[in-house]
């Protein structure tokens, strides 16, 4: 049996039997991309962002190495996966139609999508698309004409995915719950003489057990002078007394993730630590007062950097106040809708959903990192997760 024989005998018993919400969600957002499509002057969309292409069909799967995408149209769902992803496409996706290659013949993609797109004048696309492989759209630019292809699909539908739905917030909240389970596990066994791989072993079998499908990006946990470098991880390394412990965890819930830091210490927190802490919560709650319909991202930044400027000088920070996240698929949970920062000035509006990673690193000593996932609302920025904001003492 074939690939093609499979997607058709598999369908008779299980088509769309694993849809994360009902259908009615995602007509609602079709309709809106459609609507946003015929203002823009675009026939259709050529989308390749796992995460785009779920939002739109719920279609997902682990293997997101491959090359997928999904053609809207006006009136139309065309979904292209290769053969290994058959079964995922007909028990996840709500589309019209899956047209496959096979896993090892990627060159078979440009005939059957050349042909689904031949109609279309104004087809768009994301240039910064994780996803847009430039074999393929210098295939099909040659064979249909490059004049047909508008680099503002992207930004279409992005900023329709960053204002999330009662569906998506809901998601999002269970995510918060299953986060906050896993950190409190990690937290419970942080001691000198445990690695810094068991407490993320704990922190791991703890979101699985509350209800986790696999993460966009695992949990992290670094300690000592490991956390004063940005984005390393867990590396077997023992903790010692009064080390500050680090820990960065996110649950997937229908895909939706809820991150949330925290910073424990096994021992006693020095007066040192207690003072980044308590930079870290002014910075959190300048960015909540200023996270209103109305004001910019560049605003809340604005806000976060004077709280931040007497300490500027001697420790690291990003210069990202916040990243959107919502569904999201590996290697990252950043949905890459839209960033707190400075220069950011688009405005907030109601039900964005953002990740504030306030970590503030000491070079070659250690850091200190809390966050919440936290709603705008009209009264400003609220958590959906739990944060005590405290640094928990192991003592």
């Known amino acids: 049996m074939d690939h093609h ?14 849809l994360p919400f009902p259908l009615a969600e995602f007509e609602t957002r079709r309709g809106w991309v459609r609507q946003a499509m015929r203002a823009a002057g675009l026939d259709a969309l050529l989308l390749t962002d ?10 997902h799967t682990f293997e997101v190495s491959v090359y997928i995408c999904l053609v809207v149209s006006l009136d139309r769902l065309v979904l292209q996966v290769p053969s290994i992803e058959t079964g995922p496409a007909v028990v996840t996706a709500s589309v019209d139609e899956i047209i496959g290659y096979r896993w090892e013949g990627i060159d078979e993609v440009i005939a059957p999508l050349a042909e689904t797109l031949a109609p279309f004048r104004a087809i768009g696309i994301d240039l910064y698309s994780a996803g847009l492989r430039f074999g393929v759209i210098r295939d099909l630019q040659t064979r249909l004409g490059a004049a047909r292809f508008r680099d503002d699909g992207g930004d279409l539908i992005d900023r329709l995915r960053i204002v999330k739905t009662p569906a998506e917030l809901d998601c999002l909240r269970e995510s918060a ?16 003489g445990i690695s810094d791989n068991e407490v993320a072993a704990e922190g791991s079998r703890a979101l699985l057990a509350a209800g986790s499908e696999f993460m966009s990006l695992q949990p992290i946990v670094t300690s000592g002078r490991r956390i004063s470098i940005i984005h390393v991880n867990h590396k077997r390394r023992v903790i010692e007394a009064d080390d500050p412990v680090f820990l960065e965890f996110g649950s997937a819930f229908h895909r939706y993730t809820a991150p949330m830091m925290r910073t424990a210490v096994a021992g006693r927190a020095s007066t040192e630590m207690q003072a980044l802490r308590d930079a870290c919560r002014e910075m959190f709650e300048a960015l909540t007062a200023a996270m209103r319909p109305g004001n910019s991202f560049d605003d809340a930044a604005r806000a ?23 569904a999201q698929f590996p290697p990252s949970w950043v949905e890459g809708t839209g960033y707190i920062a400075r220069g950011q000035e688009r405005a907030f509006q109601a039900d964005m959903v953002f ?31 739990d944060n005590d904001w405290q640094l928990k003492e192991m003592a």
């Open 355 to 385: 990740h504030l990673p306030l970590c503030l690193r000491l070079p070659g000593q250690w850091g200190i990192g809390l966050s919440d996932t936290v709603r705008v609302t009209p009264e400003g920025g609220q958590p959906l997760t």
């Open 177 to 192: 719950r299953i986060t906050s389970a896993g950190l409190r596990a990690a937290e419970a066994i942080i001691a000198p």
């Open 304 to 326: 976060a950097e004077a709280v931040l400027a007497p300490h500027a000088e001697r420790v690291f920070f990003s210069g990202v106040f916040g990243y959107a996240v919502g």
């Open 50 to 59: 796992p995460a785009d292409i779920y939002y739109l069909t719920g279609y």
């Open 5 to 18: 024989a499979y997607r058709h005998v598999l369908a008779e018993h299980l088509a769309e039997s694993e």
